[in-house]
């Protein structure tokens, strides 16, 4: 259809051997005569067959100058895109799994006996020997929902998290509520694990201290950053910071158990009290144990993650989950026990930790020390990971539900769930700066959303057994059922005495996810109700009302003239000017030229030509509402830069005006001078 | 038409008397059954005949909440806008056309005489004598060129500035020149008389002269945004300050000169010299006189301003040009005696003033010294003023004459010719800038170019009376002729002393200036003549190639689809995609429903819609070069601000990347939820 261009063609053809032509191409419908749009051949594109076409990678770099700077920037940042066929997970060994997927559970052994303590001080340093009773229940908690989730793991094996279950065995809204949760506790734990992180730092590096909210927004950025890159979590990279937790907490507490048996433990100084010790009642007591159950986040992680488990999956899983579960005792038992009879007690002022106040007392202030306080602080950020991953995962998953807003399903240029990552860090960022960055304030926060995802869980696994009743229903519906109710007695008990401190707040909040995701949800149903396929559509003409602004009658508003006729019947010239004389001319030349194009003055007061003549067209929209009002004008495009400064820009200026203006379309028709 | 809408225009006719229903209007050239796109009634528009419209005020604001900030903002910078009809300007009498045009003259007053001082000191103190020699001859050359200027308004009844008598007489290049030399002229008069005005004041109070160049700029800017609010230049607001400059400087020079004859004048004590005499030469003192002759600078505001007088205009113009040519050449020859006379020297740091340091010997350091300073500074300030009248002016005649971008012969929404205001105020805050707000600096670029065009006018002029042979037109001829003769040597003399010091700068710009305006008028040729209107294409048809976008086939793609068959027969269906198996069950349902509608499938390697899509399209037309590409896209028009948040926005954000793809036309076919 174009010769020049085909020679032109042929020409590269010679110089790029992946460059072919295959113009003998026929697509079913072609009539003779029929011209069809399709690239024959370019060498931005590779052709797969007849209209399948694949970019070449270079035609999707930016050309311009600010373009390819901004391209620059976020390859630094992000890495090069990574093609959709490179998806796949990487799958893990169980002792890499183990690392990966248990940072969370693990790392809580950082705050959990902290956080009882905390609560018994009230009432003076001689109840704090209640703290392992407490620890010891907890530890009998932790038993009954790793044995529960064995459970929830052989009947999903291809992953089961709490919305998944809960939906499909409760229903919608105790799938919702899971979820909102679940959501509720991912933020949580990013600002628990960045703050407690920032705070193992600040234990060693007291000076740190009064920067400690900057840092763990930097901390939150950070980790942000790292997943924006989609960085697939290699086995390796993180299994050698969690071993090195596990490894070091085990031996300092082994060593701090041979001291204390073999009589050479050192005691503790405890901080002065700093008020009257209350009396101990039943709900100081129970409040203990809410916060003690903090220890308990991330144990859901196994289950959530079967598919990075090597074959067979399901039988893998659960082994992991049970050694998850004999540390994570372990490890919160025996620093519960160390506590208590070093007779360590909270900071008041927050500046140093139990298990530093530990370490410096069982093996000094050497290496060692800071190695644990290094390995503590890594893994509390790691656990900022496992929400990093669960979090966009679950929104992605409430996205194609329809819960969620459908940008959250998509996939970036590195496979990461972009906008789940984003909306999570700026929630937690928000969080972190409200809270002050104090892992205290925000914990009672915390425990509400992990228990209520956990009874929820539980409660549909009873459900499914009930339905299923496959073999040996009814000693798992009797697991899960104690699991169940054992969790929700504990979700209630965190509810009432951590009411006054901040649960509540997770008590508005969980209602106020769900009638959002709800909202969202009725949304998309109402648009795909309303915007379904109509056969009888298939035939029907749109109303477009063509609006031509002229300035002069030349070859440029001939072509615009001409351009509005393939358009519509229904054109009008509109002519702004602000000078009577001019106007009469105008008007005579015109209808002379172009006698069936009815010609409207606008006439403008203040010698503007933009805002007449938008004024214009939104009156016009007015009268048409079910109309669309096209504009067709004549665009100089500049060859040379100065040419810019010789030009109005007219239409760029008008594009630009009407980009919001609803029902209004600008059509500009491009010319430039040929020399 | 639509049934609903004039029910609804019926109604509103009712609370708004100013509406009002006309229907049965009719255009020539109507076809029975054919719709044509017009306003019938509507409230922001005033209906003046058939298809002519005014729009009322209130629809020409802003409807946004941004646009209605900006708007309150411009409103309280530069005032609301002024209709049209009140243009034509107010007439003033002698007295006030006196102040208002001679303000640019008799401000050199102000530093004239230091300039030769400046020149004649490096010789030592003694030969400052000179002074006085010096500065009668550039008496006489005001006496000479007033005469010659007599003659050009008595020729020019309407206004003949440079350019116009020069280009009329002697031909493009020379108008061409003189307009360069004089829009030089122009900036250089606002940065040597804003610095000269920041000089007074910094006399008066030297703790400000650490920050002269910026009390510069901003007084520049000042001044711009008056000129942009286009206040009409009232004659009794800049009568005011400059006849009290008027009336002080001469009530100074009586004071000095009746205390010298009488014998009590003070003697000054000279600065000391810094560096050892040179001898007197030829070429120095002629750099003298060179820099005596910036004092006539403004002469020819009076005969490019002949429009604001009162009827007899010419007669009028050519009393008030003498009674200025006399107060000038008063006011510089009584300062020139007094400073030598005194013993006044010039401040080698340039911080004092020879006016200020003669006002301090004679009147001492009182209320009238600091008025003396003050209406100094003003007058100063009111010369910047009469180039903004007139560098717009001389450059909305050259745009009007196709030499300069057409935007400089818009006038504002306060009738002022915006861009030439604000390209005037841009470079002389360059100029200013570059030389730290030096007077002495800019000086000897300044007058090279009022002398060239001083004598391509008075040339013009001889021609003029050559050609015309009227009345006493030899008397005349001879008159320009000494004026044209005696004009062109200063002006040899200027370039030759002062081309070392700058006058090369202008020497070379005005050449450069020069082809500036010959490139753009090349380029305005070139386009009308590539623009004219061709009868041949009335009847051609645009050659339009239509993209659809789809990401799945509903309803709005339905309608885009339609949209884009009243466009073009060719069509092609776009659908970008990353994965295998949705494209073919893609294509298996697109080519049941649109069987005759061409889909291309585009694959996403890394998941992006937009790059790979952008990249098509771009493809596309390099393979249509002379055709269009039009991009149909239904677009989600949210009805509340959170849907924004529910959608891509997808054909929002491909108007805004298309905005520069020459040929591209992005058109989206609204639609939005009912509910």
Chains 1, 2 share one sequence.
Not at 25 to 33: I, L, Q, R
Not at 149 to 178: C, D, F, K
Not at 451 to 464: E, K, P
Not at 639 to 663: I, V, Y
Request: aromatic letters at 10%.
């Amino acid at each position: 259809m174009n010769n020049g261009n085909e020679t032109d063609a042929k020409k590269n053809k010679a110089s790029d051997p992946s460059y072919y032509i295959d113009k003998k191409e026929t697509v079913t419908g072609d009539k003779p005569g029929d011209v069809r749009v399709r690239i024959v051949t370019h060498k931005d594109f590779r052709r797969i067959g007849a209209g399948y076409y694949i970019p070449r990678h270079h035609a999707l770099d930016p050309k311009s100058g600010i373009g390819r700077l901004y391209f620059l920037f976020k390859r630094f940042l992000f890495g090069s895109p990574i093609e959709s066929e490179l998806e796949g997970e990487e799958r893990l060994d169980n002792p890499q799994a183990l690392a990966v997927l248990s940072s969370d559970a693990l790392s809580s052994v950082a705050y959990g006996t902290e956080e009882i303590m905390r609560v018994l001080i009230l009432c003076g340093t001689a109840l704090l020997a209640l703290t392992l009773p407490l620890s010891l229940a907890i530890v009998v908690l932790i038993g009954i929902v790793v044995i529960s989730y064995q459970q929830t793991i052989r009947a999903y094996p291809s992953g089961g998290g709490s919305y998944i279950v809960a939906s499909e065995n409760l229903g919608r809204l105790p799938g919702l509520t899971a979820a909102a949760a679940l959501m509720i506790d991912y933020v949580l734990t990013v600002a628990v694990s960045s703050a407690a992180g920032v705070n193992a730092l600040t234990s060693a590096f007291p000076n740190l201290f009064a920067h400690r909210v900057e840092i763990t927004l930097a901390v939150i950025v950070l980790i942000a950053l790292i997943n924006l890159r989609g960085i697939r979590q290699s086995g390796n990279m993180l299994s050698i910071p969690t071993y090195i937790f596990i490894v070091s907490m085990l031996v300092m507490i082994g060593i701090g158990v041979f001291s204390y048996f073999t009589g050479r433990a050192p005691h503790a100084v405890p901080y002065p009290m700093e008020t009257m010790p209350q009396a101990l009642t039943l709900f100081l007591l129970l409040s203990a144990f809410s916060q003690g159950c903090s220890a308990m986040t991330g144990i859901e992680a196994v289950s959530n993650g079967i598919k990075v488990f090597k074959s067979p999956e399901s039988k893998n899983a659960r082994k992991v989950l049970i050694w998850m579960g004999v540390l994570l005792a372990v490890m919160f038992f025996g620093v519960s026990f160390l506590a208590t009879r070093l007779g360590v007690t909270p900071d008041p002022r927050e500046q140093e930790t139990i298990v530093s106040q530990m370490a410096r007392l069982i093996i000094g202030g050497g290496p060692f020390y800071y190695l644990i306080q290094f390995s503590t602080a890594i893994i509390l950020l790691l656990a900022m990971n496992t929400s990093y991953a669960d979090f966009p995962r679950l929104s992605s998953i409430l996205a194609k539900d329809r819960f969620a807003p459908s940008q959250f399903a998509f996939r970036g240029e590195r496979l990461a769930f972009n906008y789940g990552i984003i909306a999570l860090t700026g929630i937690s960022m928000l969080l972190v700066w409200v809270f002050h960055g104090s892992v205290n304030a925000l914990i009672p926060l915390y425990a509400v959303g992990v228990f209520t995802a956990f009874t929820l869980s539980q409660a549909g696994m009873v459900v499914h057994w009930w339905r299923e009743r496959g073999e040996k229903w009814k000693v798992s519906m009797i697991i899960n059922g104690v699991g169940a109710l054992t969790t929700g007695i504990v979700t209630l008990v965190i509810a009432v005495t951590k009411f006054s401190h901040g649960a509540w707040m997770v008590l508005i909040a969980i209602p106020l996810v769900i009638s959002v995701f709800l909202a969202i949800h009725r949304h998309y149903e109402l648009l795909a109700k309303e915007t379904a396929f109509k056969p009888e559509e298939l035939s029907s003409t749109p109303n477009i009302q063509v609006v031509v602004p002229v300035s002069s009658p030349n070859l440029y508003t001939q072509k615009a003239i001409n351009f509005a006729r393939s358009l519509s019947q229904n054109i009008s010239a509109v002519h702004v000017s602000e000078n009577m004389e001019e106007i009469n001319l105008f008007k005579k030349e015109w209808d002379s030229l172009f006698p069936d194009i009815p010609l409207t003055i606008v006439e403008s007061p203040f010698r503007q030509l933009l805002t007449p003549l938008i004024a214009f067209i939104d009156a016009l929209r007015d009268q048409y509402p079910e109309g669309t009002i096209a504009v067709v004008m004549p665009e100089f495009i500049p060859t040379h830069w100065w040419q810019h400064f010789l030009h109005n820009q007219t239409a760029l200026k008008l594009k630009a005006a009407l980009l919001f203006h609803h029902g209004v379309i600008v059509l500009s028709v491009p010319y430039h001078l040929n020399k």
